[in-house]
Each structure stands twice: as C-alpha cells, then as structure tokens.
C-alpha cells in the first residue's frame, strides 16, 4: 500500500486512481488515514455501497449478535419450515 500525505498529493485524481489497480494508495492529512483509494476489480457498486453503510453495518452486527446469544437454525429445518424438504427429496418442484 502506498501513503501519500494530502499536501504532497500533486498527481491527478485519474493518476492516483490507474496506481490504484496495482497498489491501494491511502491519503493521509498530518500522518492520519482520511480516504483510501482501492482496486474495484471483480466488485460491484452494491456491494460497496453495503459495505460503506453504517445502516446496513449495524444490521449484520445485531444478526450476529443474536444468533451468538439465541442460535440458528439449520438449512434442513429451513427447508421443512418452507415446505421444501419433501420436494427435494422427490426431485419435485413448483
């Protein structure tokens, strides 16, 4: 990964960005992390949207945090709860 202080960022943003394939570069302001520049090679923009949210981030930590304290439940009971358990074991299907 690359750092470069924001004060001696004088490339363009299109220059940071072709570097940016091969290396992560991250812009700092007085030795301090203020954005990031990653490769988005093999991802899509909903699943860096997601990512970014604190919405969506606090969903998934209250998802794991239940099923720590209260447990899941399996696939195949899934499967029975929806009815699906008989059509996968006749190879039937709706």
């Known amino acids: 990964m ?3 202080e924001l004060d001696q960022a004088t490339a363009s943003l299109a220059e ?14 007085h030795g301090h992390p203020v954005a990031a520049l990653v490769s988005l090679e ?3 923009a909903e699943s860096l949207s997601l990512s970014a949210n604190p919405q969506f981030l606090e969903i ?4 794991r945090a239940r099923l720590a304290a209260e447990g899941g439940i ?19 299907s709706s």
């Open 2 to 4: 690359r750092t470069v």
């Open 16 to 29: 940071y960005a072709r570097e940016a394939k091969n290396e992560s570069v991250l812009l700092t302001e």
């Open 42 to 44: 093999n991802e899509d």
């Open 60 to 63: 998934i930590e209250q998802s």
């Open 74 to 92: 399996s696939s195949e009971e899934m499967r029975r709860r929806f009815g699906l358990e008989r059509q996968r074991r006749t190879g039937k």
